[in-house]
């Protein structure tokens, strides 16, 4: 019987080439997702404590265009933004355009209340959506 490596290094011998090259992507995708390092040098800054539904809705849209943001990444901000539930994004509903409100909120004080909420009724994909919401504008949060 032959028994075939992994392909793993063990400890104090080199990394094969392609074990390298796969972190290197891992780490890739990881930042494209927003997971893996600071917001992008290009993305504007934005003060989320003071804007509009609207203003959130178009500022995730253009993140979403530019890449820097998933489309599961931003449920969590559709929901925020008034579109509707966590998960109405790609149900073809209207419920998932934000209405127009010239009110401006606090969107952190409100993902920081539905992470609560979804918490206190288990609603743990809720809750994990709003968590990611909530970091992703910390990440792009302007400096007061």
Known sequence: MKIQGSGHA????????AIGQGEARFDAALTQAGLGGDASRDAPLRDFSKMTRGDLFGWMNDRVRAGELSLD????LLALSGGGAVGAIGSGSS??????????????QLAQDRIA?????????AEAAYLVALG???RFQAPS
């Open 95 to 108: 419920d998932a355009v934000p209405p127009a409100d010239p009110q401006h909120v606090d969107f952190f």
């Open 117 to 125: 909420a979804a918490r206190h009724r288990r609603e743990h994909d």
């Open 136 to 138: 992703v504008m910390q």
């Open 10 to 17: 063990l400890p104090g011998q080199p990394k094969p080439a």
């Open 73 to 76: 990444d931003s449920s969590g």
